[in-house]
């Protein structure tokens, strides 16, 4: 199950957040802060799943966009990391280089 869904540039700003648990706003900006840094610090070459305390990152950058999904340990990586690629590429077609012209009030339109 996909607990959360997060959107963040090279900087760290989050652009994009969808969670599909209850967490109150403190723990929200707690959890981006921690997973932000550790998706950012991990190198090209490492592997995009993390396992981050009671539950896995999947994470794709794309440029300088970096979608990260927060799922529970039964959840496919694999399949997560494929939803991901399927994501942008809509994302692509509506928007046309997504990646580099992200206008995230739209992309709510798309959920």
């Known amino acids: 199950m996909i607990k959360f869904f997060l959107m963040v540039n090279k900087q760290g700003q989050t652009r994009l957040s969808r969670y599909y648990e209850y967490m109150d706003l403190h723990k929200r900006t707690i959890l981006e802060a ?21 539950f896995k990152l999947v994470y794709r ?40 012209h992200l206008n995230v009030s739209s992309a709510y339109v798309i959920r």
């Open 34 to 54: 921690e997973v932000i840094k550790h998706c950012l610090s991990r190198s090209k070459e490492q592997c995009s799943f993390i396992e981050y305390k009671d």
């Open 61 to 100: 950058q794309y440029a300088a966009l970096f979608i990260v999904v927060g799922i529970n340990e039964t959840e496919n990586e694999m399949a997560v990391y494929e939803l991901i690629h399927n994501f942008v590429e809509v994302l692509d077609k509506y928007f046309s280089r997504v990646v580099q």
